[in-house]
Structures are given as structure tokens and as C-alpha cells.
């Protein structure tokens, strides 16, 4: 998910009860939530799709889940000894705790990787035992209603907070209500593969349910068909919208690329990231490879693999 849903989820937490456990509780929780993410550094020194083949890997596996935390609290637990001693420690801030530290800092850790396994980009939750990737199908990688609900929740508790009340209550039901939206959207998920991708003709070799942006309750059909061509339709089957290269006309033959990804690592890097390869004809005749979830010809490149030595053969 985007990092504004990890903040918002480790702020509502914190104001669940948990920002009582130490002091710098809630920066733990916040900050924690989005840790994982520093793998977004490696824009800095790889290029073209090579970062489909590091993000959402190793710093959201078991070992990274459970040192990243370890690092967070020690600089936490600096940052309050620096102020202690300078004589900025805000007097109202609780007394801290290390081990309250590395609690709150590992809970916002875990967070992370269930939300991003929610949508259908997938993440590697094994890493580095296993690259297998994981796809919830569940939220679109940005939801608003997702926002709507954990800011009005934070907002909520927080006014009962400085009025003197019950401020805790808020933010509980905020999470149960997400909790609940979630569900929802796994249960239309579920609905549309059970109908739509196993009983429907023609029966598709692969199906993919994908949420779509704002309307949650609406989902993109993508299927693989036995010709090897991937198509796109929403609930009623009619073309999605997206531009979607439905036709056989403009899909290829997949080719085998097993000897050619050994030499390219943007190929490689593309087809290790990869859920629904499919090859396109470039106006030259050779080919281009897309992912049927994130396909658009007009940002070629970040989801995407130029081939000028492949020559695009017809589908069958």
C-alpha cells in the first residue's frame, strides 16, 4: 500500500491504547509501520525494471521484520538519552522503555506486509528463505475509502483526547471498521473468482480479480485464455477501459525467453516480478513484454521490457 495508509495505520494503534506503553511510543508505531519500505532506496542504483525484482523482498521477510525494529529502537532510545542530556526531554512525555520501544517498533513492522499483501502487486513474505510472491487481490494499492476511515478514526480520538474522554474508543472502532472494509472487499473478491474466473466461459487458463481505483466495489477481470492471449473486461464483460490489448492482433506468442534472461537483467528482473506476462507487437515487428495487471503503453518502461531482437509470432 502507499505510505500514507502505513502511517495512518500506525497512528490509529497508537491511539488504540498502545502510544501508553513508553514514551515515543507513537513516532515507534508510525515510523515502524513504514520501515519496510527503505528498500525504496534502490531507485538510486538500479535501473529500468530492476527494482521489480528487489522491492517488497528482503526488507519485508522474517529477518528484516524482526532487526529492522532492533534499529528503530536503539536510534529512538538515543534521540530521548541526546534530549535527556541536553535538557529538551519534554516533561510530559512518559517514561521510555527499550524493550517498549522495540514492542511498539515491531508491531508497526509487522503491519506493513499484511497491508501490502492485499493488493494484487504481491509481496515476498519469505524472503530470504523463499522468493515465492503472495497476492491478497483484496484493496487497490491506494484505497481512499481505506483513508477515509483511518483519518476520521485518528481524528475522532484525537478530539475525545483533548476534550478528556474516552479517546481510545474511536480509534478501537476505527480498526474494527477496517477490519470489516477489508473482509468486504475480500469476500467481492472471492465472489467475482469463484463466478466469474472458474464458471464462466471461456474458462481461462489463469484469473486474476483485480480491484480497481475509487470504486471498491467493482473489479477488473483478468484472464489468460487457452490461445495464450491475456484479456481484460469488467464485471459484465465488456472492455475495461484501459486500453487493454484484448485482440489477437496485437498480442504475440509468449517466446521462450529461458536463454536471453540470463544475459538481460531487465528481462530477468521482469519475469521474476511478473504474475502475467504477455508480448505485444512494437510497430517494427519485434517485441515488447507487459503484465496484464499493469499494463499502459504510454508509461513504457517501469512495467515493461523492450525485445528489438524478438520478432512477435501470431498467436494460435
Same mark, same amino acid.
Given at each position: 500500500?502507499?505510505?500514507?495508509?502505513?502511517?495512518?495505520?500506525?497512528?490509529?494503534?497508537?491511539?488504540?491504547?498502545?502510544?501508553?506503553?513508553?514514551?515515543?511510543?507513537?513516532?515507534?508505531?508510525?515510523?515502524?509501520?513504514?520501515?519496510?519500505?527503505?528498500?525504496?532506496?534502490?531507485?538510486?542504483?538500479?535501473?529500468?525494471?530492476?527494482?521489480?525484482?528487489?522491492?517488497?523482498?528482503?526488507?519485508?521477510?522474517?529477518?528484516?521484520?524482526?532487526?529492522?525494529?532492533?534499529?528503530?529502537?536503539?536510534?529512538?532510545?538515543?534521540?530521548?538519552?541526546?534530549?535527556? %542530556?541536553?535538557?529538551?526531554?519534554?516533561?510530559?512525555?512518559?517514561?521510555?522503555?527499550?524493550?517498549?520501544?522495540?514492542?511498539?517498533?515491531?508491531?508497526?513492522?509487522?503491519?506493513?506486509?499484511?497491508?501490502?499483501?492485499?493488493?494484487?502487486?504481491?509481496?515476498?513474505?519469505?524472503?530470504?528463505?523463499?522468493?515465492?510472491?503472495?497476492?491478497?487481490?483484496?484493496?487497490?494499492?491506494?484505497?481512499?475509502?481505506?483513508?477515509?476511515?483511518?483519518?476520521?478514526?485518528?481524528?475522532? !480520538?484525537?478530539?475525545?483526547?483533548?476534550?478528556?474522554?474516552?479517546?481510545?474508543?474511536?480509534?478501537?472502532?476505527?480498526?474494527? @471498521?477496517?477490519?470489516?472494509?477489508?473482509?468486504?472487499?475480500?469476500?467481492?473478491?472471492?465472489?467475482?473468482?469463484?463466478?466469474?474466473?472458474?464458471?464462466?466461459?471461456?474458462?481461462?487458463?489463469?484469473?486474476?480479480? @483485480?480491484?480497481?481505483?475509487?470504486?471498491?466495489?467493482?473489479?477488473?477481470?483478468?484472464?489468460?485464455?487457452?490461445?495464450?492471449?491475456?484479456?481484460?473486461?469488467?464485471?459484465?464483460?465488456?472492455?475495461?477501459?484501459?486500453?487493454?490489448?484484448?485482440? %489477437?492482433?496485437?498480442?504475440?506468442?509468449?517466446?521462450?525467453?529461458?536463454?536471453?534472461?540470463?544475459?538481460?537483467?531487465?528481462?530477468?528482473?521482469?519475469?521474476?516480478?511478473?504474475?502475467?506476462?504477455?508480448?505485444?507487437?512494437?510497430?517494427?515487428?519485434?517485441?515488447?513484454?507487459?503484465?496484464?495487471?499493469?499494463?499502459?503503453?504510454?508509461?513504457?518502461?517501469?512495467? !515493461?521490457?523492450?525485445?528489438?531482437?524478438?520478432?512477435?509470432?501470431?498467436?494460435?
Amino acid at each position: 500500500m502507499d505510505n500514507l495508509t502505513h502511517s495512518l495505520v500506525g497512528a490509529v494503534l497508537g491511539q488504540a491504547g498502545l502510544k501508553r506503553t513508553t514514551g515515543l511510543a507513537m513516532p515507534a508505531l508510525i515510523i515502524g509501520a513504514n520501515l519496510p519500505d527503505v528498500d525504496a532506496a534502490c531507485f538510486f542504483w538500479l535501473k529500468g525494471t530492476e527494482h521489480l525484482a528487489f522491492r517488497r523482498g528482503i526488507t519485508h521477510g522474517p529477518p528484516a521484520l524482526v532487526l529492522l525494529p532492533l534499529v528503530l529502537a536503539g536510534i529512538l532510545w538515543g534521540w530521548d538519552r541526546w534530549q535527556t %542530556k541536553r535538557g529538551t526531554r519534554p516533561e510530559a512525555r512518559l517514561p521510555v522503555r527499550f524493550g517498549g520501544f522495540y514492542a511498539m517498533a515491531f508491531i508497526g513492522c509487522l503491519s506493513h506486509p499484511f497491508f501490502d499483501w492485499l493488493n494484487v502487486y504481491g509481496i515476498r513474505l519469505l524472503e530470504p528463505f523463499s522468493s515465492q510472491w503472495f497476492y491478497g487481490d483484496t484493496l487497490f494499492i491506494i484505497d481512499v475509502w481505506l483513508w477515509a476511515l483511518l483519518i476520521t478514526s485518528v481524528w475522532w !480520538s484525537r478530539r475525545w483526547e483533548k476534550r478528556g474522554g474516552e479517546w481510545m474508543r474511536p480509534a478501537r472502532v476505527g480498526i474494527a @471498521a477496517v477490519l470489516a472494509y477489508i473482509g468486504i472487499n475480500a469476500g467481492l473478491t472471492g465472489l467475482n473468482h469463484e463466478t466469474r474466473g472458474t464458471r464462466t466461459e471461456p474458462y481461462p487458463q489463469a484469473y486474476i480479480s @483485480a480491484p480497481v481505483p475509487l470504486a471498491f466495489w467493482r473489479r477488473e477481470q483478468i484472464a489468460r485464455l487457452y490461445d495464450g492471449r491475456w484479456i481484460s473486461s469488467d464485471w459484465d464483460g465488456t472492455d475495461f477501459g484501459y486500453g487493454y490489448a484484448n485482440s %489477437k492482433a496485437a498480442q504475440c506468442k509468449l517466446p521462450d525467453l529461458s536463454q536471453a534472461r540470463r544475459s538481460n537483467s531487465q528481462l530477468d528482473a521482469f519475469l521474476f516480478w511478473s504474475r502475467a506476462p504477455f508480448a505485444t507487437r512494437a510497430p517494427d515487428g519485434s517485441v515488447i513484454l507487459y503484465d496484464a495487471r499493469f499494463y499502459d503503453p504510454r508509461a513504457r518502461g517501469r512495467f !515493461s521490457v523492450a525485445l528489438p531482437d524478438v520478432r512477435c509470432e501470431e498467436l494460435p
